[in-house]
């Protein structure tokens, strides 16, 4: 009889279940599951709030011998089904899992700071000018607080604001992407 070792696979979940499926494989099963997740600032109507969101929405990695749990990893609450390529369930290689990993803690997740510089646009979130766009003019960290260019009646206006009261307009994480890469490579060579 062969002996198959563990592998990492992808699993599709169903939407916003990623945390779900992760816990009952864990719980239920007994598997090692990976699901990388983002914290970072989101506007909403109720203003600026701090969010939990997943790398890769709808997917998570599961290890295991796939042969031998198959059935009851396709049957597991907040999972819609297996990766595939026709009939074949691709695997993931150790090294790719291992250094996505590495960008991370313990939890999984990695705090997205957003970083302004002048000329960025932003939406203020929260104060009488909730709302408004505006460009950077500068940072004053020293204050913790932001120079914006606001049109106010038709003028553009200089106006201080906290730095919480920001949301930057390239926070999508397509844009955050390459400066995530870049911090998790500075961190390495540290």
């Not at 042969?67 to 009939?87: A, C, K, L, P, Y």
Request: net charge positive.
């Amino acid at each position: 009889m062969q002996t198959v070792s563990p592998a990492w696979y992808s699993a599709r979940t169903k939407p916003k279940h990623e945390h779900i499926a992760s816990a009952n494989l864990q719980r239920h099963l007994g598997l090692e599951v990976f699901s990388p997740r983002l914290r970072l600032e989101k506007l909403t109507k109720r203003g600026l709030v701090r969010v939990v969101e997943p790398l890769f929405p709808c997917y998570i990695f599961i290890r295991c011998v796939i042969e031998d749990r198959i059935n009851e990893v396709q049957h597991t609450t907040g999972i819609s089904r297996m990766v595939r390529f026709g009939d074949k369930i691709p695997q993931i290689p150790d090294g790719i899992i291992e250094e996505l990993q590495n960008c991370f803690a313990v939890d999984d997740t990695i705090v997205v700071e957003s970083h302004l510089t002048s000329g960025d646009e932003v939406t203020v979130a929260t104060g009488a000018f909730a709302g408004m766009s505006a460009f950077v003019l500068k940072n004053l960290p020293a204050k913790k607080r932001v120079q914006i260019l606001l049109d106010v009646l038709g003028r553009p206006t200089p106006v201080e604001v906290g730095r919480e009261s920001l949301l930057n307009s390239k926070d999508t994480l397509a844009e955050l992407a390459p400066s995530l890469a870049s911090t998790v490579r500075q961190e390495t060579r540290l």
